[in-house]
């Protein structure tokens, strides 16, 4: 049995920074790289050092035992400060009666609900797309997934208009969010425009989401959205006091704010990438225009259709493998173990990479390649396939993400023909993680679909 001194650190460490410059010029491909020195070594960014596990056994073991692996990191640490204390990043000790408060709000019955919502979102996005035009696809998307998840939320609560702003608010706050995280506290407390911008977004958000809450307290009315199911969630688990068997209203502020965050950004990533391919693909691209010609002629997709799209379902399981939008998972030690033979103490931040395992040439052929057809009869495995990571802490909403990404997809697929419009190859930096901060799409209208020749096909 050996210490955690006995970890070797990766090469290229630099005083002071350690490996952050390495990191900040090409982050996946770094972390991808770190594989090669083992199945545990160990790297520096800046004051923090983080052992980086290197093995799909091992990230899984990690994954599963979330108390001792609890939830935390450095960049855990600052989304809290900025989204609260959520289900996504609140610790242990909390998340089993978190989880089982809001695991109602992602039954299958209510996501069959949400999907009505989702489909009318995607054909109005849709209305705004013209025959020639270019657009910011990433942006597009993300726009798409906040408005849905605004309307999932909230329902008939807020107007247009307000849903409007909110998506806006909502907009800002993802895009600073994440170079929040990487950066010192002493920068995003300085008083420039954008960190202005960032905290009175956030203001705006949480008040908005405190004043619905308060409303739908008073009425306590079913409307069928997600703030309905959080509200009327109850935990009458032994272990539960009575204040402790519903969320307060700082809980559910924390959760709205935690899922608008993760929800619109886990689509819009899946989105992007799964378009991007397929322009980039035409054999997928045509495959997959055959099958929502023949299943949807030409009209919005529901989410009774995604059973007959197991062509859609392949695309957007190899975009996830390839492009998982928790590229990156951190944890912190709570008490001292040991991993694969060495004594780590308590306090110890561990990284896995998702993203790393999907492409393990030993688990994947071509691994590096977009082969949706690698799915075919074949169903993910738990251990070499981590999009929405594993064990209790698994994202509850990895089935909503699914439905609302499968509808998207089939919908533009079935109206619009995408086609990358820059001819470099996209360069991704720590700001464009999990998805391209800008990305040029050309639009193709299709034609409209004949559903009387299919028929008869």
């Given amino acids: 049995m050996s210490d955690l001194e006995s970890i070797p650190f990766a090469p290229g460490r630099r005083p002071f920074v350690g490996h952050a410059p390495a990191f900040l010029d090409d982050p996946i491909g770094f ?116 408005d849905i998840a605004v309307r999932s939320m909230f329902s008939a609560s807020l107007s247009e208009h307000a849903i409007r702003s909110a998506s806006d608010d909502l907009g800002v706050i993802a895009e600073g969010l994440f170079r929040r995280t990487v950066l010192p506290a002493a920068v995003n407390a300085l008083p420039t425009p954008s960190n202005r911008r960032f905290w009175a977004a956030r203001r705006r958000i949480r008040g908005r989401a405190a004043e619905l809450i308060a409303e739908r307290r008073a009425a306590a009315t079913d409307r069928g959205d997600l703030l309905s199911a959080l509200l009327t969630a109850r935990d009458n688990t032994v272990e539960s006091s009575a204040a402790e068997r519903e969320l307060s209203d700082r809980e559910l502020v924390d959760q709205v704010f935690t899922f608008f965050l993760a929800g619109a950004e886990t689509t819009a990533s899946a989105l992007t990438w799964s378009l991007y391919l397929l322009g980039r693909h035409p054999e997928a691209a045509d495959a997959v225009r055959a099958e929502v010609d023949a299943v949807l002629a030409g009209r919005i997709a529901r989410v009774e259709d995604l059973d007959d799209l197991p062509v859609v379902n392949r695309v957007l399981t190899e975009t996830l493998r390839l492009y998982p939008p928790g590229w990156l998972l951190t944890r912190v030690v709570s008490a001292d173990t040991t991993l694969d033979g060495a004594v780590v103490p308590a306090g110890t931040t561990i990284a896995v990479s998702p993203h790393t395992v999907h492409r393990d040439p030993a688990l994947y052929h071509r691994p590096h390649d977009f082969v949706p057809d690698r799915w075919i009869g074949v169903a993910p495995d738990r251990t070499n396939y981590l999009p929405f990571g594993a064990g209790a802490r698994r994202c509850i909403g990895d089935r909503f993400a699914l439905v609302e990404a499968g509808i998207a997809l089939a919908t533009i697929v079935s109206r619009w023909q995408l086609e990358s419009a820059q001819d470099a190859p996209l360069a991704i930096t720590l700001r464009e993680l999990p998805a391209p901060r800008t990305l040029p799409m050309r639009l193709s209208a299709r034609t409209a679909v004949d559903t009387s020749r299919i028929a008869h096909t």
């Fill in 31 to 146: 972390v991808a790289s770190l594989a090669a020195y083992g199945r545990l070594c160990r790297i520096q960014l800046g004051p923090t050092t983080l052992v980086v596990v290197g093995d799909r056994e091992l990230t899984r073991g990690v994954l599963l035992d979330d108390r001792t692996f609890d939830k935390g990191g450095p960049f855990y640490e600052r989304s809290r400060d900025v989204a609260g204390n959520g289900l996504g990043s609140c610790p242990h000790s909390q998340h089993r009666r978190q989880r089982r408060l809001c695991q109602p709000a992602f039954r299958e019955d209510r996501i069959t609900g949400y999907a009505d919502t989702m489909s009318s979102s995607v054909e109005n996005a849709l209305t705004v797309w013209s025959d020639g035009a270019v657009i910011d696809l990433s942006a597009a998307m993300v726009e798409l997934g906040v």
